[in-house]
């Protein structure tokens, strides 16, 4: 089976930064994704990581530790829009896209002035 | 480029009726597709998830079926809703060979 831990709820000042963490423990593994979701709407890519380090995307970073079953997502100069819901997904093995994603609950940001 | 269509966009049913969500891709060609539910307070759950026509994969047993008739529709059923059945239905592509899936704008279904 597979369980994806994130935080339920943060907040953050607008220009700060902030951390989401994300742990799996998953029976296999072969990618991670965070999406965001803002209210009321679809889920939004932001990053994928396979292999473990830190993919920089603009304001947005993930790093993954394969060894340690970790993740995180780390934005940066916070901005107002940046409330939503981010959420941790998780691929698993033999990926090639036949099978879907396990997600996490998400987690529930909101960007205080 | 590509776009993911899925309708309606807000539906009220009441229980025991049945149900039909469309959703169509446009702009590639042998995609993956895939139905998740995400209940209020809850995450996003798989459903089913196909590759190809009329290959369909069950995540969960429950009273929802799916079918893919064409290579890039697909669509969720149902003959009897349950009060449970309610939240938000989002349809999802990928290539074939990838990992990274494209949600479509959803459907909120409430079962009155």
């Known amino acids: 089976g597979q369980n994806i831990d994130q935080p339920t709820e943060m907040t953050a000042t607008e220009g700060a930064i902030v951390q989401i963490n994300c742990t799996y423990q998953?029976?296999?593994?072969?990618?991670l994704f965070w999406y965001q979701q803002h209210a009321g709407e679809a889920p939004t890519f932001l990053s994928y990581n396979v292999l473990d380090g830190l993919e920089e995307k603009g304001r947005f970073s993930s790093f993954l530790s394969r060894s340690k079953g970790y993740s995180y997502l780390l934005l940066k100069e916070l901005q107002m829009k940046d409330s939503a819901s981010y959420l941790c997904?998780?691929?698993?093995?033999?990926?090639?896209?036949?099978?879907?994603?396990?997600f996490g609950k998400g987690t529930h940001l909101i960007i205080q002035p | 480029s590509q776009t993911i269509h899925q309708w309606p966009a807000t539906l009220v049913q009441p229980v025991g009726s049945p149900l039909s969500l469309e959703c169509t891709v446009e702009?590639?060609?042998?995609?993956?597709l895939y139905w998740y539910r995400q209940a209020a307070g809850r995450g996003l759950q798989l459903l089913f998830y196909s590759v190809g026509i009329g290959q369909i994969s069950s995540e969960v047993p429950q009273n929802l079926s799916a079918s893919r008739p064409q290579d890039r529709q697909f669509i969720l059923s149902s003959k009897k809703l349950l009060l449970s059945d309610s939240g938000f239905y989002l349809c999802?592509?990928?290539?074939?060979?990838?990992?990274?899936?494209?949600f479509g704008p959803g459907t909120r279904l409430t079962v009155l």
């Open positions: 999802a592509w990928a290539p074939m060979g990838y990992n990274e899936q494209f």
């Open positions: 997904a998780v691929t698993p093995p033999g990926g090639g896209g036949a099978d879907g994603l396990t």
């Open positions: 998953t029976s296999g593994f072969n990618g």
């Open positions: 702009g590639t060609s042998n995609p993956n």
